[in-house]
C-alpha cells in the first residue's frame, strides 16, 4: 500500500469524523453544564426529617419532570418542610428534560444537608427550600455569569445586536408562554438568545423578571456568552447557536434574517454531504479493500494490533449487514446504552447487536479494553459478550442472542403473565441472584452492576435469566452524560444512598435485586403508583408484610395456595434486599444462600429496617443476632453517613 493512498484514505476518514462530529451537534443536547450552583449557609433544624422530605421531593420533581417538563413540589411541616420546583427549558425533548433533570438530582444533593439549594444547568433549573419560594421572580442570590476570556473584535456593533436580540426575545417570551429563542446578525456579527421563566410562575412575576433579565445581562458585553441567572427566569446569549434546533424552528420563524441563516447552514451542510459523498466514493473505488483497516491506524497501531489480533473483533460492514443496515423489523428492544438489534452472521449465527449511543473515537481504546474485561467473564446467568466492532463510523457491542426478550416484556404483560408460573419465577430469580453474586464475588474483576432492573434480565428460550448490560457502566461512568441515563432510567430500583450521595457499592445491586423479585411476585412495575394512590411501591409491600397480608399482592397470573410459603419466604428475602440502611442488607451471596434455604423456617432472617419511603419504626425486632438485625433507625443512620460523605468531598 503506497503512501498516497493511506494519506487519502486518511483524508477520508477525517472527513469523515467531521461530519460525524457536526452532525452529532445537532442532535439534541440535554445541555447538563452547569451555570451556577447556590447552597445556603444554614444547616437544617433535624437532619432526619430534612433527609426523608429532601428525597421525597426529589423524587416528586423527577416524576414532574418526565411528565411535563416542569413543576413545584412541597413534602412535610414545619422548619423541615421542603419546596421544591424544577424547570426544563422548553427546546428540551422530554428524554433530554429527564437526562438533565437527572443530572440536576445527582449534583443538588451537595446543598444538602443545608436548608436550600438552586442549580442552573443550561437546560434546567431546579431548587428546593425550607419555605416557599414559589413566588419569587428576583432575589439578592441572582446573578450574571459571563465569559471571561473572549470578547466581541467589534464591540459597538456587537452591543448593538446584543441589545436587539435580547429585547426581542425577553418581549417574545413574555407573550408566547415563558420561553423564546432568537437570533439577530449584522455584519458578520451574530448573536443567539434564549429566555425561559419558569412555568409555575405568575404571568406578570415572570414579565417582571425577563426585564431585569434583559437589562442586567448587557452588562456581559462585549463578551461573547453570557448568562442571568434569576430566582424565576434565565437568560443567555451565545454567538453560537445552543439550543437544540428542532423545537425552536417554530420561534426562529418569526425573525427573517436567522431564518436565511438556517438554509444557509442546511445547503451548506449538504453541499458538504455531497462532496464527501463523492469523495468517499472515489476513494472507495480506488482501492476498496484498504477503508477498514486504516482507522485503527489512525488511532494508534497498539490499538489497532490489539483490535485486528483478537477474536474479539467483528467487522462494522458485516455487522451491518447482518442487521440488514440496522433495520428496524430487526429492532430487539432498547438497552441502557442503546439500540439492540438481532443480526444472522455469515456462518449463520444469531446475535444481538448493539448500537451504543456514546460514539466518541477518543473511547475506542478505553472500550475495547472494556470489552476484554468483561468477555472474561462469564456464567451461565450472564450475557456472553461475544466481541465488539471499533472499525466503523460507530461502536458496536456483539452479544449471544436469546429467543425470549426481556423479563419486563413478560411479568407487566397480562396474557405473557400467564407464561412464568411460579416455578419459572422463582428460578429466575435464583439466578439473577446468582449472576449478581458471581460479579460481585467470584468474578476476576469484580463489577457492580448498576443497572439491574427488569428490561435488563433476558430469557432464553427455556426462560432461563441471562443479566446484561453489566460491565459497561465502569467505563460509561466517566460520561457524564451517560452517568445520568444510568440514573434516569432505573430510578425506582435505585438505592436511597446512591440516589442521595451518589455513593455506590455492591449493596445498591442488592436492593435493586430486592425491587426486581418484588416486581416479579408482584407482577407491577416498582416505580408506578400502586393501587391506593399516594402509596409507594415499597413502602405498600411493606405495610402488607407488618400485618401479615403479603399474599394479597401476589400476581393472581400464577398464584396458588399451595406455593404460599416459599412465595412468602421470596419476599422476606426481597425486603432485607431493600432495607433503607445499606449495612443491614445481605451481600447476594448471602442472598443465594437465603433463597436456597426453603421456605420459612425458624430463626428467620426478619427484615428489621423498613423501606426508606415509610419511617415508622418498626416494634419487637427479633433478638437474633445477625447483620441484617442490628437496625435501629434508618433514617438515623442515613443521615449520618451522609455528612460523613459530603464532608470528604
Ligand atoms: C452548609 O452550611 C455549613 C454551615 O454554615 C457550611 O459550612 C457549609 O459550607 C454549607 N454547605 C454547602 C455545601 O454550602
Ligand atoms: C409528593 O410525594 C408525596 C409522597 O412522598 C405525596 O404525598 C405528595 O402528594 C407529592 N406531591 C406532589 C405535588 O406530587
Ligand atoms: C428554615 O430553617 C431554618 C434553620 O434551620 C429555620 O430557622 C427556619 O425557621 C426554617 N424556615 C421555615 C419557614 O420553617
Ligand atoms: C425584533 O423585533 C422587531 C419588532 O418586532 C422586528 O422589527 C425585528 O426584525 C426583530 N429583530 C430580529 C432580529 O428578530
Ligand atoms: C422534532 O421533529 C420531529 C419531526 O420533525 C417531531 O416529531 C418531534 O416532536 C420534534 N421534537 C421536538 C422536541 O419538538
Redesign the pocket.
Known sequence: MGSPQRSATATTVLVLLMVLGLVGKTISDPRTSIAGLFCSKTLAVSGNDFAHNFI?TM??LSSMADDHGHGT?E?GEGPNSVYGLVQCFKDLSSIDCRLCFAEIRSILPKCYPNISGRIFLDGCFGRYENHSFFDQAMDSKDSNVCSSGRKSSNPDKFNQVLKMVISNVSLEAQRSGGFAVGSASSSQVSVFALAQCWQDLDKRLCNACLQNAASSIMSCSPGVEGRSLKAGCYMRYSTRVFWNLNQSTAAVHSSGKSYSLWIIICSALGGFLLIVVVVIWIVKAYMRRTYCDSLPDLLGSGLSEAISQSNLNFKYNDLKRATKRFDASNKLGQGSYGTVYKGILPDGREVAVKRLVLNTRQWIAQFFNEVDLINQVRHKNLVRLLGCSADGPESLLVYEYYANKSLDFFIFDVNKAKLLDWQRRLEIIHGVAEGLSYLHEESEIRIIHRDIKASNVLLDDKFKPKITDFGLARSIAEDQTHLSTGIAGTLGYMAPEYIVHGHLTDKADVYSFGMLTLEIVTGQRCSSVGTQP?QFFLSKIWSHYKTGTVDQLIDRNYYDEEVKDEILHVVNVALLCTQATSGYRPSMAKVVELLRSSKTEEGLYQPSDPPF?DVVPMEGRGELNNSCLLATGATQNISESSESSIAGR
Do not use: A
Open positions: 421525597r423524587g416528586n413540589t413534602v399516594g419511603l
